[in-house]
T-cell receptor
């Protein structure tokens, strides 16, 4: 069964529009960690954020913000005032348990920001 | 602090050959994980090494193997290459970041099997 679902395959927006990427996860563990990574055309996965299951506080980092809701098993990511440099594939990932570093990735969402 | 390095960056092999990829984690990190990324299957976990021991393994055939050295550098080996092994192989080094444990990825090795 898919542990991380990113329902949006592709999103295309015009610069300065906001973009929200959905992520729904599935786990039976009470301790788990959620991640978002950005993969630009160069291929390297760039770490954006890590959130543990006990911290439901939303987070904002510059133009990026994350909304974690355990009640709906979702960890959504919003880019405010998008820029062309935000064009990339974004992955949501899950690791379960304490000390288990294995990541289960979603299929990714390709974001294209047009000038 | 230097990032995660992977060598080589690009590799072309033919079916039946074997290949070895290398990953040097961030200094001080003891855990290295390997992932395979393909257009069809996405990002899939291969295995994780911690202090020279394989601690976790994904669902891949025995042709895929790895090891970790005392300096935490890791290698993965794929024997009897198949066309379907063409992929981007990513290595991750696990360590402490500003928000707790983070996984830092290297630039990847792009393997093409002809």
């Amino acid at each position: 069964a898919q542990k991380v679902t990113q329902a949006q395959t592709e999103i295309s927006v015009v610069e300065k529009e906001d973009v929200t990427l959905d992520c729904v996860y599935e786990t039976r563990d009470t301790t788990y960690y959620l991640f978002w990574y950005k993969q630009p055309p160069s291929g390297e996965l760039v770490f954006l954020i890590r959130r543990n299951s006990f911290d439901e506080q939303n987070e904002i980092s510059g133009r990026y913000s994350w909304n974690f809701q355990k009640s709906t098993s979702s960890f959504n990511f919003t880019i405010t005032a998008s820029q062309v440099v935000d064009s990339a594939v974004y992955f949501c990932a899950l690791s379960e348990g304490v000390g288990d570093y294995k990541l289960s990735f979603g299929a990714g969402t390709t974001v294209t920001v047009r000038a | 602090k230097a990032g995660v390095t992977q060598t080589p960056r690009y590799l072309i092999k033919t079916r039946g050959q074997q290949v070895t990829l290398s990953c040097s984690p961030i200094s001080g990190h003891r855990s290295v994980s390997w992932y395979q990324q393909t257009p069809g299957q996405g990002l899939q976990f291969l295995f994780e090494y911690f202090s020279e021991t394989q601690r976790n393994k994904g669902n891949f055939p025995g042709r895929f193997s790895g090891r970790q050295f005392s300096n935490s550098r890791s290698e993965m080996n794929v024997s009897t290459l198949e066309l379907g092994d063409s992929a981007l192989y990513l290595c991750a080094s696990v360590g402490e970041g500003q928000s707790g444990v983070e996984q830092f990825f290297g630039p990847g090795t792009r393997l093409t099997v002809l």
